[in-house]
């Protein structure tokens, strides 16, 4: 994994290319998910502030090639909050809670918006979860 300043950051995040800084606190991840059954993969790529459970941006890629990003809009401390000014992608975002951005972070959007467990997540994805294929919403559904 590449280490970079803090000022470098952002480029990789908008590349969604992998990165740790140089004291280890923010780092960032792309993910590959296949979908058992089917040939599709789901891409994601996840910021983290100091551990796994703080993503705090989430890019989830669709098979078209749309990406949607999402951001973590609960607060924990400054150094945090100076992480997500110097990882923010310079893109629309959606706000979504820590626990929610957990979830997309591990399981993808289609997780929230088909169990309905984030209140209006399928109405401000639509246009991103829409192009979810069916047999992601099947393997969500089944749980």
Known sequence: MTRVTNKEVRGFVQRRVSF????????????????????IILRRYVVYSYQYDWPIFVAEEDEHGNVQWYENVDKVSATTSRHVSAAHPHVDTLPMSRGAMVRIAREGIAALAVKG?????????????????????????AR
């Open 117 to 141: 467990e984030h209140p209006g997540v399928y109405v401000a994805s639509e246009r991103f979860v829409r192009h979810i294929p069916e047999p992601v919403f099947n393997k969500w559904r």
């Open 20 to 39: 740790k800084t140089n004291n280890g606190t923010l780092w960032g991840e792309p993910y590959e998910n296949g979908v058992l059954g089917t040939n």
